[in-house]
């Protein structure tokens, strides 16, 4: 799919030759428009593989992304701390039930998106596949992955497909609050001791580059962007989410006295936008494609769950004659 090296090779999507061409233009004037697409409206075939793509992947990043700072809960320094990280944690988990929901109107059912998760088949966030050695990055994770996600998520929230929109909504209200949770934790190490502070720095050196990759892949290397954009479900392309996100956190983990392990990172002032290294492409490639740090470990922990929890969901769909004991 990529080129080689730290170059790509564009891939363009393509699929709505054999689309009724009547249905598609009426289908386009409605986005264009800003009609929500609900789903029992008419909608091309690649529309539906693309949204169940990504929401899927979306839901799949919610619950392995709730892994590395549930491991946190029970070493979080406080109990104001284990309190509010726990309860973060149900938030994420909750969101991917939302996403799951908003996925399984398309058609493809829950229990097939959770096998094609443990098989490796789907994908899910790069982020989550690093391991968080010290409590500084669950904070990281807290303040500037929760960040990252809002800005894509305030964006795609004004989209075109209705159930993804009304899942991201209530998703960005409780990540308002995680983000303040988490840079409160930052600002805490931040103010602390000399080893608090260098801890809170180590994590932001280990964290950065996966944040940057966080976004996707340059625009120019983005498979799906084009499509995506033009029915409105993607708002702003990759390159975009990251200079937004750039704009709005580098000011404040330098506020911080906080370094960024880039030295090439500025703000162009001319252009508006921020230029860096770019970010090692081939282990983002590697991370995404099962390859990571950690991804074997998290799959293992999916699969666990996933069987532990199999007598509960047959029991939940069996027939409730089945567990009633009749009277003598
Ligand atoms: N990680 O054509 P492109 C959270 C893949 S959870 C993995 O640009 P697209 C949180 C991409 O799938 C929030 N894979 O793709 C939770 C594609 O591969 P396939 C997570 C990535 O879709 C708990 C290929 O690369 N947010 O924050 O146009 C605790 C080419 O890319 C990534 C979402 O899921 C990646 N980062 O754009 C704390 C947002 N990037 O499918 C926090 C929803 C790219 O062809 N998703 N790939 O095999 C999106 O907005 C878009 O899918 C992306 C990528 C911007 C991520």
């Known amino acids: 799919m990529y080129g080689g090296g730290n170059t790509f090779e564009p891939m363009k999507a393509t699929g ?24 029992h409206d008419w909608m091309p075939q690649l529309y539906r593989k693309q949204l169940i793509r990504m929401i899927e992947q979306h839901a799949h990043s919610e619950i392995i992304g709730a892994l590395p700072e549930g491991t946190w809960i029970t070493r ?22 939302l996403l799951y929901s908003a996925a399984e109107t398309l058609g493809k059912p829950r229990e097939q998106m959770l096998d094609d998760l443990v098989s490796g088949k789907s994908k899910y966030s790069n982020i989550f596949n690093y391991p968080a050695f010290t409590w500084a990055d669950s904070c990281f994770i807290s303040w500037l992955v929760d960040a990252g996600a809002i800005v894509n998520q305030l964006a795609n929230a ?12 209530r998703i960005c209200a409780e990540e308002s609050f995680h983000l303040k949770y988490g840079h409160h934790c930052v600002i805490h190490l931040a103010t602390g001791t000399e080893k608090q502070r260098e801890m809170m720095q180590a994590a932001i050196n280990r964290w950065w580059g996966p944040m940057m990759h966080f976004f996707g892949p ?3 290397a983005s498979v799906h962007s084009e499509i995506l954009m033009r029915w409105k479900v993607k708002m702003s392309s990759n390159d975009d989410q990251r200079n937004q996100f750039l ?39 590697r991370v995404i494609n099962g390859d990571g740090p950690c991804n074997a470990e998290r799959l293992a922990v999916r699969r666990t769950a996933e069987e532990r929890g199999r007598w509960v969901r047959k029991a939940l769909l069996a027939p409730k004659t089945e567990y009633v004991t009749p009277l003598a």
């Not at 689309?19 to 289908?27: G, Q, R, Y």
């Not at 906080?258 to 162009?268: A, E, R, S, W």
């Not at 230029?275 to 492409?281: G, I, K, S, V």
């Open 16 to 39: 709505v030759e054999n689309e009724d061409p009547v249905k598609l233009a009426e289908f386009e004037a409605r986005i264009e428009r800003g009609e929500k697409i609900e789903p």
């Open 247 to 285: 704009d709005m956190y580098v000011p404040k983990i330098w506020e911080l006295g906080f370094t960024i392990p880039d030295p090439n990172l500025k703000k162009n002032t001319e252009t508006g936008k921020w230029e860096y290294t770019e970010p090692d492409w081939e282990e983002f490639k």
């Open 76 to 97: 979080a320094p406080g109990f104001k701390r284990k309190l509010a990280l726990m309860a973060k944690v149900q938030d994420e988990v909750g969101h991917a039930q």
């Open 218 to 220: 340059p625009d120019k």
């Open 158 to 169: 004004r989209g075109s497909y209705g159930p993804y929109c009304r899942a991201l909504d």
